[in-house]
């Protein structure tokens, strides 16, 4: 069982550059989330979505744009990379607001 | 504004003795309560939950207390053991806010 699933590990961005992070469930959950995890810091939420063709803004969703096409697939796009989003990103699907399922993240390096 | 606040950046324990991981909530609508353990290289895992309904709620070795007047849970860890070793988030909802909001999380080390 994949669970959550999100391409890619690592990954440098210039200044400016912009790039999607992929994040893909098989457990038909209709809730998932964005966040990302700063240094000697909490989770802070970007975006989330309660199903396919709704999203909804996080905490911090500033430079970061999404969409929910299918079920399954919650691509984060980020357009012109600054170096404040450097950060490590994680994806979360749950059937329910509460008990969400974390994907390994995504860490982010913008130079 | 640090809705959920975990002022222990770090905690270390001998092994077989008990863990205690504070967190503390300003925001009196938050009914329910989880804590998530995450290890190095991986993303946070579900260990136990509390619904405000509760004081205390009970899992194997860990149990959630709730202090609503207080606005402070902690989660016990005994006996702690080498792999509880990893940062524990504590996280709170509202009802019907479909979201989580996540303290800073605290380093728990387990010495042997």
């Known amino acids: 069982n994949a669970g959550v699933t999100q391409t890619p590990k690592f990954r440098i961005l210039k200044i400016g550059q912009s790039m999607t992070l992929q994040c893909a469930q098989d457990?038909?959950?209709?809730?998932m989330y964005w966040y990302r995890q700063d240094p000697g810091m909490g989770l802070k939420l970007i975006y989330y979505s309660v199903g396919a063709g709704i999203t909804d803004k996080g905490e911090v969703p500033n430079g970061y744009n999404v969409s929910r096409s299918t079920t399954e697939d919650f691509p984060l796009r980020l357009e012109l990379a600054a170096p404040s989003q450097t950060s490590v990103y994680f994806c979360a699907s749950s059937s329910n607001w509460f008990g969400q399922h974390f994907g390994d993240g995504t860490r982010l390096s913008i130079l | 504004d640090q809705q959920v606040k975990q002022n222990s950046p770090s905690l270390s324990v001998q092994e077989g003795r008990i863990s205690i991981l504070n967190c503390d909530y300003t925001n009196s609508m938050f009914d329910y309560f989880l804590w998530y353990k995450k290890y190095p290289a991986e993303g946070p895992t579900f260990l136990i939950s509390?619904?405000?309904?509760?004081d205390k709620n009970e899992d194997g070795r860990f149990t959630v207390f709730l202090n609503k007047s207080a606005k402070h849970l902690s989660l016990h860890i005994v006996p702690s053991q080498p792999g509880d070793s990893a940062v524990y988030f504590c996280?709170?909802?509202?009802?019907?806010?479909?979201?989580?909001?996540f303290g800073q999380g605290t380093r728990l080390t387990i010495n042997p």
């Open positions: 996280a709170a909802s509202a009802q019907g806010a479909q979201k989580l909001v």
């Open positions: 457990m038909n959950h209709n809730y």
């Open positions: 509390i619904s405000s309904i509760k």
